[in-house]
C-alpha cells in the first residue's frame, strides 16, 4: 500500500504543479509549461519510481514479479510492434502522426491486461 500511496501522492503533487504553473500563463507563451516546473516533476517522477522499483523487489514474492514482468513484456512488445506500423502509415499520410499519450496508455492498458492474465489465469 506504501507503493500505491507514495504513487497518488506523486500524482497529486503533479498536477498540483502543472495545474498552477499553467492556469496564470499567457495563452500565447512559447511552451505550456517553465522548465523549472518540468523539472520538478521530473524529479519527482524518477525519484518515486526509482524508490518505488527498489522497494518492489526487496518486497514481493518470484509470483507477483514474474506476472509483472510478463504484462511488461506484453506492453513493451506491443508499442514496438504498433509504433513502427504507425510511423510508417504517418510517413504515407495515411495516418495522424503517432501521438505519445496513445502508445502510453496503449502500453499500461496491454501490460495491464498481461499482468492480470498471468497473475488469474
Do not use: C
Not at 524529479?43 to 509483472?68: H, I, K, P, S
Request: charged fraction near 10%; hydrophobic fraction near 55%.
Amino acid at each position: 500500500m506504501r507503493l500505491m500511496y507514495s504513487s497518488l501522492a506523486l500524482g497529486a503533487v503533479t498536477g498540483a504543479v502543472v495545474a498552477a504553473v499553467t492556469l496564470g500563463r499567457d495563452a500565447g507563451s512559447d511552451s505550456p509549461l517553465p522548465i523549472w516546473a518540468a523539472i520538478l516533476v521530473t524529479a519527482g517522477w524518477l525519484a518515486t519510481m526509482g524508490y518505488g522499483a527498489w522497494y518492489y523487489e526487496t518486497q514481493v514474492d518470484e509470483l507477483e514479479r514474474n506476472a509483472n514482468y510478463y504484462g511488461y513484456a506484453v506492453g513493451g512488445g506491443l508499442v514496438l510492434l504498433l509504433y513502427p506500423v504507425w510511423y510508417a502509415f504517418w510517413s504515407a499520410a495515411v495516418l495522424p502522426e503517432p501521438q505519445h499519450e496513445a502508445l502510453m496508455a496503449l502500453l499500461l492498458v496491454a501490460a495491464l491486461a498481461g499482468y492480470l492474465w498471468k497473475k488469474y489465469r
